[in-house]
């Protein structure tokens, strides 16, 4: 899925505390940086929302809050 507003996205983030990305998913590994389903990270890591990005990120269906 895309983010149509990534500017609202940004403040939503921030203002909401929102949780999406896979370091703060439960089956993300923070010490090998990988998935415990052995799905690959990038485009769902948070680095992958931030502008600089140009709109790389997507949301993982396997995200589960840690």
Known sequence: MKIREPAQFRLELV????RFACEDCAHFDPR????GHR??????TR???EPEAAGR???CKEFELA
């Open 32 to 35: 090998a940086r990988q998935c």
């Open 39 to 44: 799905y690959p990270v990038d485009g769902h």
């Open 47 to 49: 680095a992958a929302f």
């Open 15 to 18: 203002q909401y505390a929102l």
């Open 57 to 59: 990120g997507t949301f």
